[in-house]
């Protein structure tokens, strides 16, 4: 026999058995509609979660069986893909794979999976630019037993871009002139300024080089406008954690922004990473870090004064903030930040090798050649920037195995026409790559492109190869790529199945920046043969900030 429960926590079913002999059953319902909402401090019509942006957390432990009901109330398709979960292929949320055929409107459906892992994850639509609409929010997943690290709080810190305009508008917008939202373009009088720094000759030449390659060196974001907000909420809404002097926190970072990368910092408090895209690793105490689109990071703070801190989420192109507050008690803010120098991108950013065969009359300086502008973070002396190199595994990796063959994946694209490839291939236009399954591949993904790109593969993790012990390799499911660059990653291809392989930019994979993985039982003839990387394919994993 076995007593059945059931109750509601935050709008949320929840059904569980008593009985060690059955599986926890853990129920949600969420609602997809198109409503009003305020979260920018004026109404705008957006897409909600059970009425609200962000949607629900949704919270289960390391073996539940997860059942999650969605129904659509919209007038067109939508999805949802549980981004860095491991499930059978027909629940991963991608229409047109796996058989899954998106949800109609009025329409419902249910996704049921075991959730076999723990840690900080999340949720968002795969259909069009529903991502940016609203359609969002965190997947919180607790351990069997108890953490691995204590804490007496924890809280999700949520990310997002939100936009007044419609991301069809936006993409339209791009398409039109990818140049469309670069509101802060070079102008004469910053010109004369880099004179008195740099001289005449090295200016001219620089401005000139730029002007060859039609490029802007102020690139940063494709989109800007935006108002950036923590769970949902403003810096004048103040979205507030409270905490008891000498308490541990646990703050669960989610990037769920469409466009936006960020450098995350609390001012006056050190922040211990405890956690990278939900998987555990060795303890790392930093400063601050580089947040790319779909990553998370779990970090614990220590606050000892009885004082408001404020958290800051400043964009790269330095557009604005997210910001949110650890306090004491409601209704208290921490100091508000000075706006960091926006970076510049340098030649180096633009695959300075590359450029060089193809315009050899290209006259750089020595910086513009040698220095990256993405990585210039704007962190003072003294403090610690996350890098993945420092990242380790917490505990021993199952498969230390060294790759069969390596894969490149070159990502490019046409500025002009606002076309994102990956190997020169848009979506519609490229095939899968195929794998076979339990085989072990490198990805080494060659950035051809003046953009860092989060690339997220879909059903597995990977191992970045980031100059520690095979043993040691953290997991990630989200890897950024440096612009100009090259990073390798391993992977054990041991989930079935078809994988949307993608940058995680929303409207660089709208662009055609995505293929599929293809996971099968397939016979050794039809798996290329190992081809070395060429001498391009060097990895940067030293590389400050990735």
């Given at each position: 026999?076995?007593?059945?429960?059931?109750?509601?926590?935050?709008?949320?079913?929840?059904?569980?058995?008593?009985?060690?002999?059955?599986?926890?059953?853990?129920?949600?319902?969420?609602?997809?509609?198109?409503?009003?909402?305020?979260?920018?401090?004026?109404?705008?019509?957006?897409?909600?979660?059970?009425?609200?942006?962000?949607?629900?957390?949704?919270?289960?432990?390391?073996?539940?069986?997860?059942?999650?009901?969605?129904?659509?109330?919209?007038?067109?398709?939508?999805?949802?893909?549980?981004?860095?979960?491991?499930?059978?292929?027909?629940?991963?949320?991608?229409?047109?794979?796996?058989?899954?055929?998106?949800?109609?409107?009025?329409?419902?459906?249910?996704?049921?999976?075991?959730?076999?892992?723990?840690?900080?994850?999340?949720?968002?639509?795969?259909?069009?630019?529903?991502?940016?609409?609203?359609?969002?929010?965190?997947?919180?997943?607790?351990?069997?037993?108890?953490?691995?690290?204590?804490?007496?709080?924890?809280?999700?810190?949520?990310?997002?871009?939100?936009?007044?305009?419609?991301?069809?508008?936006?993409?339209?917008?791009?398409?039109?002139?990818?140049?469309?939202?670069?509101?802060?373009?070079?102008?004469?009088?910053?010109?004369?300024?880099?004179?008195?720094?740099?001289?005449?000759?090295?200016?001219?030449?620089?401005?000139?080089?730029?002007?060859?390659?039609?490029?802007?060196?102020?690139?940063?974001?494709?989109?800007?406008?935006?108002?950036?907000?923590?769970?949902g909420k403003s810096p004048e809404d103040n979205?507030?954690?409270?905490?008891?002097?000498?308490?541990?926190?646990?703050?669960?970072?989610?990037?769920?922004?469409?466009?936006?990368?960020?450098?995350?910092?609390?001012?006056?408090?050190?922040?211990?990473?405890?956690?990278?895209?939900?998987?555990?690793?060795?303890?790392?105490?930093?400063?601050?870090?580089?947040?790319?689109?779909?990553?998370?990071?779990?970090?614990?703070?220590?606050?000892?004064?009885?004082?408001?801190?404020?958290?800051?989420?400043?964009?790269?192109?330095?557009?604005?903030?997210?910001?949110?507050?650890?306090?004491?008690?409601?209704?208290?803010?921490?100091?508000?930040?000075?706006?960091?120098?926006?970076?510049?991108?340098?030649?180096?950013?633009?695959?300075?090798?590359?450029?060089?065969?193809?315009?050899?009359?290209?006259?750089?300086?020595?910086?513009?050649?040698?220095v990256s502008g993405w990585a210039k973070t704007?962190?003072?002396?003294?403090?610690?920037?996350?890098?993945?190199?420092?990242?380790?595994?917490?505990?021993?990796?199952?498969?230390?195995?060294?790759?069969?063959?390596?894969?490149?994946?070159?990502?490019?694209?046409?500025?002009?026409?606002?076309?994102?490839?990956?190997?020169?291939?848009?979506?519609?236009?490229?095939?899968?790559?195929?794998?076979?399954?339990?085989?072990?591949?490198?990805?080494?993904?060659?950035?051809?492109?003046?953009?860092?790109?989060?690339?997220?593969?879909?059903?597995?993790?990977?191992?970045?190869?980031?100059?520690?012990?095979?043993?040691?390799?953290?997991?990630?499911?989200?890897?950024?790529?440096?612009?100009?660059?090259?990073?390798?990653?391993?992977?054990?291809?041991?989930?079935?199945?078809?994988?949307?392989?993608?940058?995680?930019?929303?409207?660089?994979?709208?662009?055609?920046?995505?293929?599929?993985?293809?996971?099968?039982?397939?016979?050794?003839?039809?798996?290329?043969?190992?081809?070395?990387?060429?001498?391009?394919?060097?990895?940067?994993?030293?590389?400050?900030?990735?």
């Amino acid at each position: 026999m076995y007593v059945r429960n059931f109750f509601r926590i935050s709008g949320a079913l929840l059904l569980f058995y008593a009985s060690p002999a059955y599986a926890k059953t853990v129920e949600y319902h969420l609602d997809i509609n198109r409503n009003m909402v305020t979260n920018a401090g004026y109404p705008t019509e957006k897409i909600t979660v059970n009425g609200f942006i962000p949607g629900p957390i949704l919270q289960f432990t390391d073996g539940d069986e997860a059942i999650i009901t969605v129904t659509n109330h919209m007038k067109e398709d939508t999805s949802i893909h549980w981004h860095g979960l491991l499930l059978p292929g027909g629940m991963d949320g991608v229409p047109g794979l796996n058989g899954f055929p998106g949800i109609k409107p009025g329409e419902t459906f249910t996704y049921r999976f075991k959730i076999r892992q723990s840690g900080t994850y999340w949720y968002h639509a795969h259909s069009m630019g529903q991502e940016q609409d609203g359609l969002y929010g965190a997947f919180v997943i607790s351990p069997k037993n108890k953490e691995p690290v204590h804490a007496d709080r924890d809280y999700v810190v949520l990310l997002s871009d939100f936009s007044a305009e419609s991301s069809s508008m936006i993409h339209k917008n791009l398409k039109m002139n990818s140049a469309y939202y670069n509101h802060a373009q070079r102008t004469l009088g910053d010109f004369f300024s880099d004179v008195t720094k740099s001289g005449f000759k090295a200016v001219w030449n620089d401005a000139t080089d730029w002007g060859h390659m039609r490029m802007s060196q102020t690139d940063l974001a494709d989109v800007s406008g935006y108002t950036f907000l923590i769970n949902g909420k403003s810096p004048e809404d103040n979205w507030t954690g409270l905490f008891t002097s000498g308490e541990r926190v646990r703050l669960r970072f989610i990037n769920a922004s469409a466009m936006s990368f960020y450098d995350v910092r609390i001012p006056g408090l050190k922040m211990t990473v405890v956690q990278a895209d939900g998987q555990n690793v060795e303890p790392l105490p930093i400063d601050e870090f580089r947040f790319g689109v779909a990553e998370t990071y779990d970090v614990i703070v220590e606050p000892k004064e009885d004082k408001a801190y404020s958290i800051v989420a400043e964009p790269i192109d330095r557009t604005g903030f997210a910001v949110g507050t650890l306090a004491p008690r409601e209704g208290m803010r921490g100091e508000m930040p000075k706006q960091r120098p926006r970076a510049l991108l340098s030649m180096f950013d633009m695959n300075m090798e590359n450029m060089m065969k193809d315009m050899p009359d290209m006259d750089m300086t020595t910086e513009s050649a040698t220095v990256s502008g993405w990585a210039k973070t704007g962190t003072p002396e003294g403090h610690k920037a996350l890098n993945y190199k420092d990242l380790r595994y917490l505990g021993t990796q199952k498969d230390t195995r060294k790759p069969e063959r390596t894969i490149e994946v070159r990502l490019d694209g046409n500025m002009e026409r606002y076309i994102w490839t990956l190997n020169g291939k848009k979506y519609e236009e490229s095939g899968p790559v195929m794998l076979r399954y339990g085989e072990r591949v490198r990805l080494t993904f060659i950035n051809d492109s003046m953009m860092a790109h989060p690339m997220h593969l879909h059903g597995m993790f990977v191992q970045l190869e980031n100059g520690q012990p095979a043993g040691k390799l953290p997991n990630k499911h989200t890897v950024i790529v440096p612009p100009g660059q090259s990073y390798s990653v391993l992977l054990t291809a041991d989930e079935p199945g078809e994988w949307a392989f993608h940058c995680h930019l929303l409207f660089h994979m709208m662009s055609g920046m995505m293929t599929t993985a293809v996971v099968a039982k397939l016979d050794a003839s039809e798996i290329p043969a190992y081809t070395p990387p060429t001498s391009t394919t060097k990895n940067k994993g030293g590389h400050h900030a990735h």
